[in-house]
Antibody, heavy 116, light 109 residues
Framework: QVQLQESGPGLVKPSQTLSLTCTVS??????????WSWVRQPAGKGLEWIGR???????NYNPSLRSRITVSVDTSKNQFSLNLSSVTAADTAVYYC????????WGQGILVTVSS | QTVVTQEPSLTVSPGETVTLTCASS?????????PNWFQQKPGQVPRRLIY???NKHSWTPARFSGSLLGGKAALTLSGVQPEDEAEYYC?????????FGGGTKLTVL
């Protein structure tokens, strides 16, 4: 069974970089079956697609966040990661990692608060 | 900036049929946008119900169906149940970029 688990700091200071990791189990991240995505949701608001990466390392990003985002894959650890730079309070949200493909698996989400 | 628009809220009675729609600011939604539909209940992780316009998962109740309707993607619930009360989000594919709609809050009264 495919499972995804987000990890990282729950509190980030303004102007710093938010770094999250998604650990994948039940499938090899290099299998090519899925693309690997990040989605976020501010409290009480809707879902926002952040970006995705393929096994080959090709990436696609939300245009409104593109200048601040990096998504990468570590096949040796079966993980993929999100870096979001120059964060502000507006980046406070629950961050989800998810698969994209014929099956859509989501992590449980991790709340990241941007505050000094 | 591409905008995907959904009805902010809908209210329906149990047993009725309701259709939620998903429109794109770029024009008519076609199968090439691979419409996805997600259901999210309070405090829960979103769960995908429909992908590629009309494909269901094994866990998708039969009363849910996806289609294209009048230039929009549509999610129809036939015979709404109280447990269908939730937020519903569509997701459209724009080449490599994906965009979520703002969500429809479905209330079952």
């Amino acid at each position: 069974q495919v499972q995804l688990q987000e990890s990282g700091p729950g509190l980030v200071k303004p102007s710093q970089t938010l770094s999250l990791t998604c650990t994948v189990s039940g499938v090899s991240i290099s299998s090519g079956i899925y693309h690997w995505s990040w989605v976020r949701q501010p409290a009480g608001k809707g879902l926002e697609w952040i970006g995705r990466i393929s096994t080959s390392g090709s990436t696609n990003y939300n245009p409104s966040l593109r200048s601040r985002i990096t998504v990468s894959v570590d096949t040796s650890k079966n993980q993929f990661s999100l870096n979001l730079s120059s964060v502000t309070a507006a980046d406070t949200a629950v961050y989800y990692c998810a698969t994209e493909g014929s099956e859509a698996y989501w992590g449980q989400g991790i709340l990241v608060t941007v505050s000094s | 900036q591409t905008v995907v628009t959904q009805e902010p809220s809908l209210t329906v009675s149990p047993g009725e049929t309701v259709t939620l729609t998903c429109a794109s600011s770029t024009g008519a939604v076609t199968s090439g946008y691979y419409p996805n539909w997600f259901q999210q209940k309070p405090g829960q992780v979103p769960r995908r119900l429909i992908y590629s316009t009309s494909n269901k998962h094994s866990w998708t109740p039969a009363r849910f169906s996806g289609s294209l309707l009048g230039g929009k993607a549509a999610l129809t619930l036939s015979g709404v149940q109280p447990e269908d009360e939730a937020e519903y989000y569509c997701l459209l594919f724009y080449s490599g970029v994906r965009v979520f709609g703002g969500g429809t809050k479905l209330t079952v009264l």
